[in-house]
């Protein structure tokens, strides 16, 4: 659905569609500049499989590396900003 800017102009909103793991280097600059907590920090362990990271997680030591992954991909309001400062293009973007 189009939809027009403050002086009318034609805008798509662009919303995050996924984050490929592989590519992700966990640096979390989308997070930072994400204001609708539309993505969390993760752990991969050894077989692949997502972790939850927490501060006083048991299984911190299983964590391989850290990736980005979608929290709430209901709340992107499509406005870009974790495309623009991502690093690796580990994201896909979309219209809705």
């Known amino acids: 659905m189009t939809q027009l800017t403050r002086d009318g102009r034609p805008w798509e909103p662009q919303y995050l ?3 490929d793991a592989k590519v992700c280097i966990g640096c979390g600059r989308c997070y930072k500049v994400c204001s609708r907590n539309v993505m969390t920090l993760a752990g991969i362990d ?5 972790v939850d ?8 030591d299983e964590i391989e590396r850290k990736v980005m992954i979608m929290r ?3 709340g992107c ?3 870009g900003a974790c495309a623009r400062v991502c690093p690796t293009n580990a ?3 979309g219209p809705a």
């Open 72 to 74: 709430d991909a209901g």
């Open 91 to 93: 994201q896909s973007h």
């Open 46 to 50: 050894e077989d692949g499989e997502f």
């Open 77 to 79: 309001i499509g406005c």
């Open 53 to 60: 990271i927490g501060a006083d997680d048991d299984d911190a």
């Open 17 to 19: 569609l996924g984050i």
